[in-house]
Nanobody
C-alpha cells in the first residue's frame, strides 16, 4: 500500500521560509508524477505545484511562481516544496499527492487525477 507522509509545516512570519517534505513508501516512487496541494479553511483543495517522474518538468500555480520550488529525490523517495517569501494567504494545510498514471507524461492539476494522498501538514503564516 502506497503511503505518503508530509513533514516540515509550522508557524512562520510573513516573508519567511519553510521546506515541506513528502516521503513515499510502498510503491515505486520514480513512477509517480507528484503534486502539492493546499486547502485553507472553508475552501477547496487546490493545486500548488507539481513535478514529473524524472523531475524534468515542473508546474506552479501563478500565485506561487518565483516563491515556491518543487523538487524530488528519487533515491530518497521524497518530494520537496521550498516555500520562500511566504504570505498570509499561503496559510493552509498542504498535501502531497501521487499520480500513478503510466501513460501521462505531464503534471496534472486536478485533485481527482491523483491516486494517493498524504495526511497533510499545517502551514501558518503570521504577521
Amino acid at each position: 500500500q502506497v503511503q505518503l507522509v508530509e513533514s516540515g509545516g509550522g508557524l512562520v512570519q510573513a516573508g519567511g521560509s519553510l521546506r515541506l517534505s513528502c516521503a513515499v513508501s510502498g510503491g515505486t516512487f520514480s513512477r509517480y508524477h507528484m503534486g502539492w496541494f493546499r486547502q485553507a479553511p472553508g475552501k477547496e483543495r487546490t493545486f500548488v505545484a507539481g513535478i514529473t517522474r524524472s523531475g524534468g518538468t515542473t508546474a506552479y500555480v501563478d500565485s506561487v511562481k518565483g516563491r515556491f520550488t518543487v523538487s524530488r529525490d528519487n533515491a530518497k523517495n521524497t518530494v520537496y516544496l521550498q516555500m520562500n517569501s511566504l504570505k498570509l494567504e499561503d496559510t493552509a494545510v498542504y498535501y502531497c499527492a501521487a499520480d500513478g498514471s503510466p501513460s501521462r507524461g505531464f503534471v496534472v492539476r486536478a485533485t481527482a487525477l491523483y491516486d494517493y494522498w498524504g495526511q497533510g501538514t499545517q502551514v501558518t503564516v503570521s504577521t
